[in-house]
């Protein structure tokens, strides 16, 4: 490396163990940076083409998408969120975000499989993309960025946006504005909620039963909606003395235990990774990563267990576990963690191997993961031009299958997006549904009719 290519890491680097700020490259351009928040600096580290760490958030509107309209939504409204105008920059010790600047991304209609991996030197160095199909746009991110909740403010900016364009009564009428329901803070909320000192609140590391079988060549993903009314799904959750969340992790290890283990005892446990959003817990708004994993467990050591059984298992270990005390104890665990002398002292070459098998080491820990981004919101200005909204994830280490849940205007939205070819476990878990009287309506990406 030549002296001042050192020089100039070394200067970056001295600035960022201050407060996040900007540093200049000249005289004449002062470029914004920031640090990443405590979940983000994992997702760099473990990338790649078969882990994307990339997921979807989508709005189907009751119009087909111009692409000209949506390319000129995204030119307006990504100046505004600093979350996106960034790229990853890698640094001696750590990566920290930059400025972008260059030219919103390239709309372009859907024509691949969702959560493709993003390669660092395309689309302009954004770490995310925006595409369309019908009357559908996708959001896809990168988590390094944020989480699912900083996703949804910035894809309901782009819609309705793109929905003042489409529509110039719109723009004459509510100009150019966000809406006052999203936010534009970026401060990092681990740091501002971590109680130091803090060492309990590690994650529990027992082996769990991992789901094998043929897989879909990498990059491939098959995905199908279940959709289905929220009362339908409460109805039956209260029924159970449970919540909607807790009742639908349940039919999902409740399918697993069927369809893999056929109602057998199992040495290893079914388990299931719920992300929380920690928002509402701390009262953040913030556009950043801001959540911690619990975890959902069922142990069948014997044989012939029922979904009563299951049920009672996912209850108690999840009611254990979301808690504001025991999740600022994970909060303050994970930040406390990131902040020990000798990791900090690490060079980054040497700090990813390390991450990369603290992480494989937990990822044994889960059979799969269910996340659930609650009833989704939407300015009354643009409701009757909205239809619903979609999440999907993509597979990770350990994890071929996932379940990813969403609410908007009455209608309950389960993706199971997954890398394996065979599909018994999602008919196992929709027939379920269907057999407690809830109306269920499906539909497929068609990967598993090719």
Known sequence: MKKEKKQKIKKEYREQETDAGSYTYDSSREIRWEKLDNTAHLFPAIAGEGMTNVYRVAIYLKEEIVRETLQEALDLVLPKFSVFNCRLRQGFFWYYFEENGKQAPTVA????????????????????????????????????LTDGTGAFYFLKELAYQYLRLAHPELREKYGDGLSSQTSLNTEDSFLQNFKKGRITGGYKAGRAYILKGPLFPTGKMGIIHGHMPVEEVKREAKKNGATLNEYMVAVFLWAVYQVYLKGMPSGHQLSVSVPVNLRPYFHS??????????????????????????????????????????????????????????????????????????????????????????????????????????????????????????????????????????????????????????????????????
Do not use: W
Not at 124 to 144: D, K, M, S
Not at 326 to 336: K, Q, R
Not at 407 to 417: F, H, K, P, Q, R
């Open 109 to 144: 209609e859907e024509t691949t499989y969702p959560c493709q991996y993003m390669e660092e030197k395309e689309n302009r160095n954004y770490l995310f993309r925006v595409t369309y199909y019908g009357c559908r746009i996708n959001l896809e991110a990168f988590h390094v």
């Open 285 to 450: 708004v913030t556009t950043k990563n801001f959540f911690v994993m619990v975890t959902a467990i069922f142990h069948p050591r014997e044989e012939n267990q029922t979904f009563e059984n299951v049920l009672e298992a996912v209850k108690t270990s999840l009611r254990e576990q979301m808690t504001k005390e025991h999740l600022e104890d994970v909060l303050s665990y994970n930040v406390t963690r990131e902040r020990t002398m000798i990791l900090r002292a690490l060079p980054l070459v040497l700090k990813n191997p390390g991450i990369r098998g603290v992480y494989n080491m937990h990822a044994r820990a889960n059979t799969a993961t269910v996340t659930n981004m609650g009833n989704i919101q939407v300015s009354e200005k643009y409701k009757e031009y909205i239809s619903r909204f979609d999440v999907l994830l993509s597979r990770s280490k350990g994890q071929n299958l996932k379940l990813a849940l969403s609410s908007y205007d009455g209608t309950l939205s389960a993706t199971i997006t997954s890398a394996m070819k065979d599909t018994r476990l999602q008919r196992v878990f929709f027939r379920y549904l269907a057999a407690q009287d809830i109306t269920v309506t499906i539909e497929s990406n068609g990967v598993y009719y090719e």
